[in-house]
């Protein structure tokens, strides 16, 4: 048998810290004097003080470890939780690895975004957008799914397309998912085709500025265009993107625009391809 005071020595646990995890039900002594209240530990006590003691300098809770204590209920069984518990942070650590690379790429492309803005002018127009021709198809979806849209109207028209691919968008706020949009080329004269409406888009007049930069990093550009809106209420989102590369995070170029509401011909649109 210890005393408080020997017990404290070969734990390097102080009598206050010894006498705390006694009220906590983490280090109970094999004996307490009835008349003086006075501690006395036997070797187990002390195997288990050592346990403790190691789970604390891992940053585990008093709360923790007396789980730990209880459920495992001897050294044996501590040591397989630690070893699952390694495991853990193990795993943790390749998520935070990710994580961290994942900063530095956002980092990268912020540093990237920033100096385009700096180093490149933006002249808000006030400009018409000509009637034309289209055959599109509307649907729901992701706005990656353009791409196949693009194609089977490529395949149906072939050299009737009269310009570039655009998306007009129904939706009042931007949708991850289920955005109503249709994807259409112009087109020199009505072809009948499969799954695929042909209709003519009235002249618009907007407000528009080049965008240069990543397709990702057009908000930028959009913020921008506000400052040139009075009365935001009276405009309809339309951007027109030209080049593949700003779809795939390369600095392509963009049209972003915003055009003068009507109450016959409400949509918004973004094109790709040509000013």
């Known amino acids: 048998m210890f005393s408080i005071g020997e017990f404290s020595t070969l734990t390097a646990l102080t009598v206050k810290t010894l006498r705390h995890y006694h009220d906590k039900g983490l280090l109970m002594p094999s004996q307490v004097d009835s008349a003086s209240g006075y501690r006395s530990y036997d070797k187990a006590a002390l195997d288990r003080a050592r346990l403790i003691t190691a789970l604390k300098q891992r940053e585990f809770s008093l709360e923790d470890i007396r789980q730990i204590l209880e459920d495992c209920g001897d050294d044996g069984g501590a040591l397989e939780f630690l070893e699952r518990h390694r495991w853990s942070i193990r795993a943790k650590l390749n998520r935070y690895r990710d994580i961290s690379n994942a900063l530095e790429r956002t980092i990268t492309l912020e540093k990237e975004a920033r100096s385009i803005m700096q180093n490149s002018q933006y002249n808000i127009e006030d400009k018409f957008i000509a009637a034309q021709l289209v055959a599109g198809i509307r649907g729901l979806g992701e706005h990656a799914d353009c791409e196949l849209r693009f194609k089977k109207r490529g395949r149906a028209y072939g050299f009737g397309i009269a310009g570039k691919p655009d998306n007009s968008i129904y939706d009042s706020e931007y949708k991850q998912e289920g955005a109503d949009f249709e994807s259409f080329f112009p087109v020199k004269k009505e072809k009948p085709a499969g799954g695929i409406d042909v209709h003519s888009l009235v002249e618009v007049r907007c407000l528009t500025l080049v965008h240069r930069g990543p397709y990702d990093t057009t908000h930028r550009s959009y913020a921008r265009l506000f400052e040139g809106i009075l009365v935001q209420r009276q405009w309809l989102a339309f951007f027109d993107f030209r080049g593949r590369e ?30």
């Open 246 to 275: 700003s779809r795939c995070g390369a600095h392509g170029c963009c049209r972003c625009s915003y055009r003068f509401a009507d109450t016959e011909h409400r949509r918004s649109r973004w094109r790709g391809g040509g000013r």
